[in-house]
């Protein structure tokens, strides 16, 4: 997040896009409608499902899943037509301006509504109430990554940031909305294959020469490592031969499951290291069992860039480690030493090594969370980014055009299939799904879907079905709902007996290569 929380409610207009906030970020929710309820802020929300948080909205859209570049490129044109870009802004701190411009100028209201389904008059109102404010905001989730544009995707809502002079401003920016309590920690640490700590590239001989100094050995590897949906192809080609996962359950959160499982026994060796025996674990040759968070000490870094100390408050179960003594054992045994004796040895390590965390210490955080980058030890953290200038210099526009899914929609496969997360459960239900009460709240997978597709199809609300697509099918039940418009279905994929990730494509963003969870044709039927 370029911006704090704190921001949601000194916005004067915010654009949530591709995020269920109410149900996947229940706390940001809170400020989106508070804002909009008792603060007189503006809200725009655009999903293809009728969420909750659109009734707050002053402007909701539904475009057809895939449609993303076209309705933002839709907004920039008309911001430029009717002369609402922020001139002074664009001429001081940008750059690539005009190449953009002249790649958004096809994308008429006429075109865009031909694309995504939004009325034409609704998309002109988007835009110039997103345009009027003096601080607008931008907020999205998977809803926008997880496509083979994706990335292109995010690139098209940093344009219109920067088009309307949102960027480095208090209440505004451009704000992804992290899943999970510690993603935006593990991302920070390295847990990507090109990166070391700090987002400093393998390939940088700089970047690896201080690496290799801090810890003490010659000769890392320059050439980035390969993402986890790639390994899942790589196992299956037989070039990766083991693998270790820690607190990640891919057998029924990765892409095209079926594949993802041919692949998995393709390998030689699995170690999973986890909480509980998840669907991964039960399949792994050897099982390290962990510690949760509550039994153990150590940093989180949480949506908005703020890290901020665990405390251990309960005991673990006899013998159960902590993760990072399973790992200094493992690399010990391998033939490398890791002498930290304590996770606070261990953020010493990083501070020393990591420009944007150089003036954190357990000290610092004792008290209060700090957002990075924090260079000094007196410097009080940055709440927002690129303030005064961007950290390259100048923002950079981006020229983007707009290309369909990966996959569409035939007489064959006629319905779009998108897939999400509810309040009550967590990514696969690891713990969730062992709460009682979470599960009364929802017991069991179903296909959520429009009353006219239901009734064209001859299925009755709570019937069930087989959904089918060109990967797998599962059985669940129909839901008859009036949030899903009509040819586009929503499954929550928090369930292994009914995987929704059997039906998705996992085809790749070329960039990131995070597969289009967000889209794929499939058919259904009475079971």
């Known amino acids: 997040m370029t911006n704090p929380i704190s921001d949601i409610e000194k916005s004067d207009v915010i654009l949530v896009v591709g995020s269920n906030t109410t149900d996947t970020h229940p706390v940001i929710s809170a400020a989106m409608k508070r804002a909009a309820k008792f603060g007189g802020k503006k ?8 969420i909750t948080l659109k009734k707050y909205a002053a402007i909701q859209m539904a475009p057809k899943p895939g449609g993303d570049i ?6 920039i044109r008309i911001i430029l037509e009717e002369g609402l870009e922020a001139k002074a802004y664009i001429a001081e701190r940008t750059e690539g301006f005009d190449a953009m411009a002249d790649s958004v100028a096809s994308f008429t209201p006429e075109y865009v509504t031909k694309i995504t389904g939004i009325p034409e008059e609704t998309l002109t109102q988007a835009a110039r109430l997103f345009a009027s404010g003096e601080k607008g905001s931008i907020y999205y989730c998977m809803g926008i990554t997880q496509h083979i544009s994706g990335t292109d995707n995010v690139k098209a809502l940093a344009n219109l940031a920067m088009v309307c002079g949102n960027m480095g401003i208090e209440g505004g920016g451009v704000n992804p909305l992290r899943g999970q309590n510690n993603v935006q920690g593990a991302c920070d640490m390295g847990g990507l294959p090109d990166v070391y700590p700090g987002y400093r590239k393998v390939h940088d001989e700089t970047h690896a020469q201080t690496m290799e100094s801090a810890w003490g050995v010659t000769g890392l590897s320059r050439t980035p490592g390969i993402t986890a949906t790639e390994m899942v192809d790589a196992a299956l080609k037989g070039s990766l ?46 099982v390290l069992p962990a510690l949760c968070f509550a039994e153990k000490e150590g940093t989180f870094t949480n949506t908005e860039r703020r890290v901020q100390r665990v405390r251990k408050a309960v005991d673990g179960p006899d013998g159960v480690l902590a993760d990072w003594e399973i790992v200094c054992e493992i690399a010990k045994r391998m033939g ?54 961007f950290a390259k210099g100048k923002g950079s526009f981006f020229p983007l055009s707009w290309t369909p899914p990966a996959e569409i929609t035939d007489a064959e496969y006629p319905l779009v299939l998108t897939t999400g997360r509810l309040l009550y459960h967590y990514h696969t239900g690891t713990m969730t799904r062992k709460s009682k009460g979470l599960n009364e709240r929802a017991p069991e997978c179903f296909v959520e879907m429009a009353g006219s597709d239901a009734e064209e199809l001859g299925l009755k609300d ?28 929503f499954i929550p994929f928090h369930f292994a007996e009914a995987a929704a990730n059997r039906l998705t494509n996992a085809k790749l963003d070329p960039v990131s290569k995070i597969p289009e969870f967000k889209v794929c044709a499939i058919r259904i039927q009475g079971a």
Request: net charge negative.
């Open 241 to 286: 031969k083991a693998l270790y996962i820690i607190g990640e359950n891919p057998l029924l959160s990765e892409a095209d499951l079926t594949h993802t499982e041919k692949g998995f026994k393709n390998l030689e060796f699995l170690v999973v290291q986890d909480i509980f025996m998840t669907e991964t674990a039960q399949t792994a040759d050897v």
């Open 43 to 50: 809200l725009i929300v655009i999903d293809p499902r009728g």
């Open 462 to 489: 709570g019937a069930m079905t087989q959904i089918t697509s060109r990967r797998g099918e599962i059985n669940a039940k129909v839901k008859v709902s009036r949030r899903m418009a009509r040819g586009t279905v």
């Open 70 to 75: 076209a309705w933002i490129n839709g907004m």
């Open 336 to 389: 490398t030493e890791m002498p930290f004796d304590s996770p606070e040895a261990i953020f010493t390590e990083i501070a020393a090594t990591t420009p944007a965390f150089t003036g954190l210490s357990y000290t610092r955080l004792e008290k209060e969370g700090i957002p990075w980058p924090c260079p000094t030890a007196d410097h009080p953290g940055t709440p927002r980014l690129h303030v005064g200038r």
